[in-house]
């Protein structure tokens, strides 16, 4: 549990302290509780009380705005739309959105498959709401990062340069209950694309995975958010911070939750800093940071995954097999 106010407090030593723990939690857990983030409870309320109103459309109505729709991976997912390494299919169904940019933006003219405008339903209030929580907690991360870079003994602003546009996405997640479906999973096992993942969940149900390979309970606690280490931060740190394995296991109470995938911009070359590398530990191969949320995408997503056998679609060069970061579990 780290308190990150000194992030943002102005005291001499409050980024240290913070980012000292932030560091410690990233290197031997990859999953931690924050507090103190300065986003208004309210805020939070406001965004479950518009996301509940959502899903409770009838299924036309959120079909409006599929994300089969959308050139760049915005809308709404039904259920089953997407599928994890092991082949199981969701019991939940999401909106996606990021970086509201608009319709004459030159990566999405250009046909950048993450970039673009959002999708919005025909719902009054929805678009004010999840556009407040989104620059919020995209704020949040921002902070964040800058504690991260400090962890890793860079200065604070270190990974700013990388951070002017983003394809950080924001889900609202549904998982309904169902009582005839008791053994199928909510989500399958993964790690998360991105940098780090700043979480607000309603229930009980995620479960990270240790080192031994045990599943372990991250309940909601009160005023605090869900962080965990993505694939970026562990690439960039050739292993030492760990893009930890995590899952939703079935729900027996309905659950909503809202990850923030908090990204750096498409097109940054994310490799292994010179400090992590050594004659023991030689460096991982580099990726796009974009290009790797892409291609990790377009393998779980039914709709792109069809875009990609029928050649529409392909998957950028050097692209990763799902399920290529995480922990390495003890036998
Ligand atoms: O619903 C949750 O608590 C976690 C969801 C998740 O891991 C994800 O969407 O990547
Ligand atoms: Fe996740």
């Not at 409006?64 to 082949?87: C, K, L």
């Not at 008791?182 to 240790?210: M, Q, S, V, W």
């Not at 309970?217 to 009160?222: E, I, K, S, Y």
Request: hydrophobic share 40%; proline share 9%.
């Amino acid at each position: 549990m780290i308190d990150v106010r000194g992030l943002r407090d102005g005291s001499a030593d409050g980024p240290a302290e913070v980012a000292a723990a932030l560091g410690r939690a990233a290197r031997e857990v990859g999953f931690m509780y924050v507090t103190g983030t300065g986003i208004p409870p309210d805020l939070c309320t406001d965004l479950l009380a518009v996301t509940e109103r959502f899903f409770a459309l009838p299924y036309e109505t959120k079909m409006a705005t599929y994300i089969g729709r959308s050139r760049n991976h915005r809308g709404y997912v039904p259920e089953g739309e997407e599928v994890f390494a092991d082949g199981g299919k969701d019991h939940k169904e999401a909106f996606d959105l990021g970086r509201d940019l608009p319709a004459d933006d030159p990566d999405y003219l250009a046909g950048n498959p993450m970039l673009g405008p959002n999708q919005w339903p025909d719902l009054p209030g929805f678009r004010e709401v999840v556009s407040a929580y989104y620059s919020a907690v995209f704020d949040l991360g921002c902070q964040l990062l800058r504690g991260f870079a400090l962890a890793l003994g860079e200065p604070a602003g270190f990974f700013d340069r990388y951070v002017t546009r983003p394809p950080s996405q924001l889900r609202l997640i549904h998982y309904p209950v169902d009582p005839g479906a008791e053994d199928r999973p909510g989500i399958g096992a993964h790690t998360d694309y991105e940098c780090f993942t700043i979480l607000k969940p309603t229930r009980p149900g995620l479960e990270a995975r240790n080192g031994a390979g045990q599943w372990i309970d991250v309940p909601p606690l009160p005023d605090t958010f869900v962080l965990n280490i993505g694939d970026m931060l562990e690439l960039w740190t050739n292993g030492e911070f760990v893009a930890t394995t995590h899952r939703v296991r079935k729900v027996v109470e309905e659950r909503y939750s809202f990850p923030l995938f908090f990204s750096v911009d498409y097109h940054t070359p994310v490799a292994p800093l010179p400090r992590f590398v050594s004659v023991d530990r030689p460096p991982r191969p580099g990726l796009i940071a974009g290009e790797h949320l892409f291609a990790q995408t377009a393998q779980s997503f039914g709709y792109l995954k069809r875009r990609l056998a029928e050649g529409e679609i392909t998957l950028p060069d050097g692209s990763l097999a799902l399920s290529s970061f995480g922990h390495t579990v003890a036998k």
